[in-house]
């Protein structure tokens, strides 16, 4: 069946720091891939989306592109900040599925 | 504009006792699912629902029921409570993936402990 598999963390970076996470999923079909972040006590929200291969999604700094061939969503930023900590979570959605997320990749970034 | 509601944030449990955790959202979506969170498991699907009246079993259905007879509610149910189930629930809600949209809008989401 589909999934998604995301670097184990904890990441822990410095201020201004360039952020990677990396995801790669497994599916049968074409889906659209997505990365959410969850901040302490919240639930999640959808930081970036893409659909089709190519695709780049983008938001607050982040970015992240949907490569067919290696079957990959990695996210990025070039600069992060101590706002930028959080777990985050890769899920892929495909056609007549619900959403499949990754187990979570936690982001600590100090000052 | 609530988006997804959700009570309590917070519940105690004893091992055999029953209680629903209530999920509400006011967009209007005609999906709506709830996961749990456990440490190093991410989330996982227990159960979902495309419309009222239609509900389908997740990845992880055991031991919870849902019912979905409004657009607006989508309860779940924990009908007799086991330290397994303790966690983190989440209600997440969306438009159906035809319309092109597959966003989830989560609930602040609900903590439960089973003693």
């Known amino acids: 069946g589909d999934s998604v598999t995301q670097m184990e963390g904890p990441v822990t970076l410095s201020e201004e720091a360039f952020l990677t996470i990396n995801c790669t999923y497994t599916?049968?079909?074409?889906?659209?891939l997505f990365w959410y972040v969850q901040y302490p006590g919240e639930g999640l929200q959808l930081l970036l989306k893409?659909?089709?291969?190519?695709d780049k999604g983008s938001n607050k700094g982040f970015e992240a592109t949907y490569r067919k061939e290696t079957t990959s969503f990695h996210l990025e930023k070039g600069s992060v900040q101590v706002s930028d900590s959080a777990v985050y979570f890769c899920a892929l959605s495909d056609v007549g599925t619900a959403l499949i997320f990754g187990k979570g990749t936690t982001l600590s970034v100090s000052s | 504009n609530a988006g997804v509601t959700q009570t309590p944030k917070f519940q105690v449990l004893k091992t055999g006792q029953s209680m629903t955790l209530q999920c509400a959202q006011d967009?209007?979506?005609?999906?709506m699912s709830w996961y749990r969170q456990d440490p190093g498991m991410g989330l996982r699907l227990i159960h979902y629902?495309?419309?009222?009246?239609?509900?389908d079993q997740g990845e992880v259905p055991n031991g919870y029921n849902v019912s979905r007879s409004t657009t607006e509610d989508f309860p779940l149910r924990l009908l007799s409570a086991a330290p397994s189930q303790t966690s983190v629930y989440f209600c997440?809600?969306?438009?159906?993936?035809?319309?092109?949209?597959?966003?989830?809008?989560f609930g602040a989401g609900s903590r439960l402990t089973v003693l």
């Open positions: 599916a049968t079909g074409y889906p659209s």
């Open positions: 629902s495309v419309g009222a009246g239609i509900t």
């Open positions: 893409a659909t089709k291969a190519d």
């Open positions: 967009m209007n979506h005609e999906y």
């Open positions: 997440a809600s969306s438009f159906p993936k035809s319309s092109g949209a597959n966003v989830l809008t």
